[in-house]
Antibody, heavy 122, light 112 residues
Framework: QVQLVESGGGVVQPGRSLRLSCAASGFTFSNYAMHWVRQAPGKGLEWLAL????????YYADSMKGRFTISRDNSKNTLYLQINSLTIEDTAVYYC???????????????WGQGTLVTVSS | DIVMTQSPDSLAVSLGERATIHCKSS????????????LAWYQQKPGQPPKLLIYWASTRESGVPDRFSGSGSGTDFTLTISSLQAEDVAVYYCQQYYSTLSFGQGTKLEIK
């Protein structure tokens, strides 16, 4: 079945960097655009970034530009999110999600991974 | 950026009754060339990721019970649960995909 599994979260000090991974299975990863979305504790969903199916196009939420880098390795069926200069406000569950239709980059998201928790604390 | 605003923030409905959640976009998300509204609805239960319910504003995802329905066009949309079941307690989010992605703030649905 289609599955996304995030990893790489944990407790990290402010100012440090972190790379999150999302392992995909059950579908042809290289055919789909992928997204990252985060959710701060007790808060709503915040879209972060998109990468096209082949990695040639990347888009970021305005507030994330500069510190976040999305990438993918289609040979490993894996999506990544590099976050630099972490702040307390980056504390959240980070979800990877597949776009709902292979011919689209901007669309509904389905499925979502279970998420990985990033806690920024000194 | 398109801002999505949901109402109410929270809602308590009796079992078997109708629940209605509203979502308003700051600009039209109806694409004239295909006459489609670029809107999706999600359900999120505690400790779980969001689950897709509806896309194109009114197309129900496979496996979603038919008590869930979506309607609306342009800037105003509605998610309706026709007969609330206990398992429907969750937070519901709308999301537009007309211009990048953005989500509503969420509506918490509880049993009265």
């Amino acid at each position: 079945q289609v599955q996304l599994v995030e990893s790489g979260g944990g407790v990290v000090q402010p100012g440090r960097s972190l790379r999150l991974s999302c392992a995909a299975s059950g579908f042809t990863f290289s055919n789909y655009a992928m997204h990252w979305v985060r959710q701060a504790p007790g808060k709503g969903l915040e879209w972060l970034a998109l990468i096209s199916y082949d990695g040639s196009n990347k888009y970021y939420a305005d507030s994330m530009k500069g510190r976040f880098t999305i990438s993918r390795d289609n040979s490993k069926n894996t999506l990544y999110l590099q976050i630099n200069s972490l702040t307390i406000e980056d504390t959240a569950v980070y979800y990877c999600a597949r776009v709902g239709a292979s011919s689209w980059s901007w669309a509904w998201l389905d499925p979502w991974g279970q998420g990985t928790l990033v806690t920024v604390s000194s | 950026d398109i801002v999505m605003t949901q109402s109410p923030d929270s809602l308590a409905v009796s079992l078997g009754e109708r629940a209605t959640i509203h979502c308003k976009s700051s600009q039209s998300i109806l694409y004239s060339s295909n006459n489609k509204n670029y809107l999706a609805w999600y359900q999120q239960k505690p400790g779980q990721p969001p689950k897709l319910l509806i896309y194109w504003a009114s197309t129900r995802e496979s496996g979603v019970p038919d008590r869930f329905s979506g309607s609306g066009s342009g800037t105003d949309f509605t998610l309706t649960i026709s007969s609330l079941q206990a398992e429907d307690v969750a937070v519901y989010y709308c999301q537009q995909y007309y211009s990048t992605l953005s989500f509503g703030q969420g509506t918490k649905l509880e049993i009265k």
